[in-house]
């Protein structure tokens, strides 16, 4: 995160085999875009305060940590507006990913 004071965080612990598989496949989609960075067991991707147009006080982070029978889903962002976006958005391109089993259940607890 840069340039914030504040922290809005909300985590996921969204139950699958395949968490390391779908990781990899989302953190190589969204890489076309923006700043990735990954392994078999953990990924984070940066969205830009300005993304598609926005003007969020900062950057907000999202991380994903494979373990198992579970995907990890981590999201800080600096406004709660950007966190619960981002909520919406990383639900919809795990499941674009875990089709066969799709939806998963995202459980959100913020901090």
């Known amino acids: 995160?840069?340039?914030?004071?504040?922290?809005?965080?909300?985590?996921?612990?969204?139950?699958?085999?395949?968490?390391?598989?779908?990781?990899?496949?989302?953190?190589?989609?969204?890489?076309?875009?923006?700043?990735?960075?990954?392994?078999?067991?953990?990924g984070k991707v940066t969205f830009p305060r300005d993304a598609r147009g926005a003007s969020w006080a900062g950057d907000a982070v999202v991380t994903f940590d494979a373990e198992p029978d579970v995907l990890v889903c981590r999201i800080e962002a600096s406004e709660p507006g950007q966190r619960d976006g981002l909520k919406g958005a990383v639900a919809r391109h795990v499941d674009r990913f875990a089709f066969r089993e799709a939806p998963l259940p995202f459980e959100w607890v913020d901090a």
């Open 1 to 42: 995160m840069t340039d914030t004071t504040s922290t809005f965080a909300s985590t996921a612990r969204v139950p699958t085999a395949s968490g390391s598989r779908y990781l990899q496949q989302l953190c190589k989609h969204w890489a076309h875009n923006l700043a990735v960075e990954f392994d078999a067991q953990h």
